[in-house]
């Protein structure tokens, strides 16, 4: 069976795919001054290369998948499909000129447009019909202007430090973010394809569960429908009746049923004692959740972190 070829970025973003492989079981570790990473599954295999680079090398063939900015695949012109857009590093590509150039200069003159996107930069400015000389970059564009260039076409993720240089966003020409992508011809073997669309059910639950927690809290019977009625969640909420000795040892879900509308339908003294209650919710929310919780009732209340959530 042949192994799976992916292609690491190289660089910032390299830590953020490792750490999306270890969300997902895949350990992927790097020796030092060495570009094959160790993978600990029989049937990935792992190449480290620039970001710029990796769009192209996918086009041709050499390797099946991998994982870059949506901006190198534009600026390359790679003929490769996307799988799934990771969400991080993301960034703007901008044009930003001195902030004492105003717009009209920048149509009165030829000017010297500096900028690791040659082909993006040179699409943009025949766009908008202003005469420029392309000067390729190699890093640190922003030390251009005024002296060497009169605008830079550049990646930013705030505009900071395009503010600390003296510099002014002329336009925002598009919007980046690490992505996963594969192959066309990995795509049209099946057994890969596999493979690859078994990779993105993994990151797709790793990213799901990012930014959530459960939520496990116990309610009397009393006040279950009241407590159900105000919880935000995932999907309907996972509800199971106490164990209550007088039901004679009826273990959870032993003679209750929960309905799809919250409410619950209870046989003999199953559940009489309350209900278990868990729900996914966002981080962001619990501050504000957990008095409104014990409001509606809850009680013996744990949070804990998701490690993947398959929607």
């Given at each position: 069976m042949d192994k799976?070829?992916?292609?690491?970025?190289?660089?910032?973003?390299?830590?953020?795919?490792?750490?999306?492989?270890?969300?997902?079981?895949?350990?992927?570790?790097?020796p030092e001054r060495a570009y094959r990473p160790i993978v600990n599954q029989d049937d990935l295999e792992a190449k480290v290369m620039k970001p710029q680079n990796i769009g192209k090398l996918l086009e041709m063939g050499a390797h099946d998948c991998g994982f870059t900015g949506?901006?190198?695949?534009d600026e390359t012109g790679a003929d490769v499909e996307e799988i799934m857009d990771l969400g991080f590093d993301k960034v703007r590509i901008v044009a930003a000129v001195p902030s004492a150039l105003n717009d009209e200069d920048l149509k009165s003159k030829r000017i010297i447009a500096a900028t690791e996107y040659e082909h993006i930069a040179r699409r943009w400015l025949d766009g908008r019909k202003i005469q420029a000389v392309v000067l390729r970059t190699y890093g640190a564009t922003e030390v251009f202007p005024p002296d060497d260039a009169d605008m830079i076409i550049d990646n930013t993720a705030t505009g900071r430090t395009l503010a600390?240089?003296?510099l002014r966003i002329v336009e925002t020409i598009m919007e980046s973010s690490t992505r996963f992508f594969a192959s066309k011809a990995a795509l049209a073997n099946p057994e890969k394809k596999?493979?690859?669309?078994?990779?993105?059910?993994?990151?797709?639950?790793?990213?799901?569960?990012?930014?959530?927690?459960?939520l496990e809290m116990n309610v009397s019977a009393e006040n279950f429908d009241k407590l159900v009625r105000g919880l935000p969640s995932m999907r309907s909420p996972t509800v199971s009746p106490l164990y209550s000795a007088q039901s004679g040892g009826n273990a959870a879900g032993a003679s209750d049923s929960v309905q799809t509308d919250g409410s619950a339908q209870t046989s003999g003294s199953a559940g009489a004692s309350g209900f278990a209650v868990k729900i996914a919710v966002k981080q962001s929310d619990v501050?504000?959740?957990?008095?409104?919780?014990?409001e509606l009732g809850a009680t013996d209340i744990l949070e804990y972190e998701l490690r993947k959530v398959l929607a």
């Open positions: 799976l070829k992916i292609l690491l970025p190289k660089g910032r973003i390299y830590e953020n795919v490792v750490e999306l492989f270890a969300g997902a079981g895949i350990a992927v570790k790097l949506r901006d190198w695949i600390e240089n003296g596999r493979k690859i669309m078994e990779l993105k059910m993994l990151f797709e639950a790793v990213l799901n569960a990012r930014g959530r927690v459960m501050p504000a959740l957990l008095p409104r919780l014990k």
